[in-house]
């Protein structure tokens, strides 16, 4: 008998909530719907206002309680439109959206309160993924490179991820295995710029960018950062790669105009994810990019053209480069509802044998 799961995630550019429906049979999985539900600026602005608040433990309750019941008020939306009653929904993968990782502390917090969540739709809510992770050791992301090996397993592929989000992580085949981990910045940098410099949400294909010039010598102080240069496992966020991140290596040269500053943060991701790639000499010419930055054709065209891959816009299961995220939630939420374990692997760099969510 098939069983739906839903999935709900929300990116570092907090650009929208996005649910994702998915039908399971055996092992096998099927997008049966997605939406987007966009976010209006007020709550951004709010939910960027606790991010940066240096007490992480103060949670705006008021805040919390907002963003729940909106979450909640788009669950019951979604399964209005597609006429599916909620009795149907075996359980719903909730990433929250995150305040702070840091696994270095043993930490990761998000906004959304899951018990409430669950107690409003009466459906069990699995979330804390992150830090069921990093309780078995883990970095606590990039959890996607579970259900990208999944995907590789079940289609019998050696396709290359890249999710081109607030930060990029990139999911490479490697001997019938997977390698995972976060490779540096991409949205999160581009669109604090864009928000900052030129008072517009992103930089649409990158229009913008491509009007600047890549200051080489700010280019060359940013690749210092030793980030770039630890191995994986391994992830990032906004604690690192922040305004302060840019100024501080604005102050080491000559200070250039602000669109070429765009062009250079533009260009520092295409170069550090083009990188990776060409470190794993990787043989199947086959990548899939997936986010926000995959709408961006500066992006996307210059790691194509410099790594020489081929983009797939498309794959089985009625994936795409828009709902994967949140499809990778909903196969979380039925796998902690099936009990499968996770084991240790090179993705996230989990120690031990775990459950990957608790149940709400």
């Not at 669950?75 to 209005?80: A, E, H, M, N, S």
């Not at 078995?136 to 992301?141: D, I, S």
Request: glycine share 8%; with cysteine.
């Amino acid at each position: 008998m098939s069983k739906y799961y839903l999935g709900i995630m929300c990116g570092t550019s907090l650009d929208s909530i996005d649910i994702s429906m998915i039908r399971c049979h055996g092992d096998k999985i099927k997008v049966i719907a997605f939406a987007e539900y966009r976010l209006k600026n007020k709550i951004k602005e709010q939910i960027n206002i606790l991010k940066t608040n240096t007490n992480q433990e103060i949670i705006n309750k008021k805040l919390e309680i907002q963003v729940t019941t909106l979450i909640a008020s788009n669950v019951i939306d979604f399964l209005k439109k597609h006429k599916i009653n909620k009795s149907l929904i075996s359980a719903i993968g909730f990433a929250g959206i995150t305040l702070n990782h840091s696994p270095h502390l043993g930490k990761s917090t998000y906004l959304g309160d899951p018990k409430k969540l669950s107690s409003i739709l009466s459906i069990p809510i699995i979330a804390d993924f992150r830090q069921t992770d990093i309780d078995a050791g883990g970095q606590g992301a990039p959890l996607t490179g579970f259900f990208h090996k999944y995907l590789n397993d079940t289609m019998n592929s050696s396709i290359t991820y890249i999710n081109l989000g607030g930060f990029t992580n990139i999911s490479i085949p490697k001997n019938r295995s997977m390698i995972s981990y976060d490779t540096g910045p991409a949205n999160y940098l581009i669109d604090l710029w864009c928000r900052e410099k030129f008072d517009i949400e992103y930089d649409l294909d990158g229009g913008l960018a491509s009007m600047g010039d890549v200051d080489t010598k700010l280019l060359k102080n940013m690749l210092k950062e030793s980030f770039f240069k630890k191995p994986p496992p391994k992830s990032t966020g906004f604690e690192l790669f922040n305004l302060n991140w840019i100024e501080k290596h604005l102050s080491k040269v000559s200070r250039p105009r602000d669109i070429d500053v765009l062009s250079t943060l533009t260009y520092l991701t295409i170069l550090t994810v083009s990188d990776e790639i060409k470190k794993y000499n990787i043989k199947s010419g086959s990548i899939f990019i997936y986010g926000g930055g995959a709408f961006n054709k500066l992006l996307v065209n210059g790691i194509l053209d410099i790594s020489n891959k081929k983009n797939l816009k498309l794959l089985k299961y009625g994936i795409d480069e828009k709902n994967l995220e949140a499809t990778a939630f909903a196969w979380f939420a039925f796998a902690r509802n099936n009990q499968v374990e996770f084991k240790k692997s090179n993705i996230t760099g989990a120690k031990r044998t775990y459950f990957l969510g608790n149940i709400y």
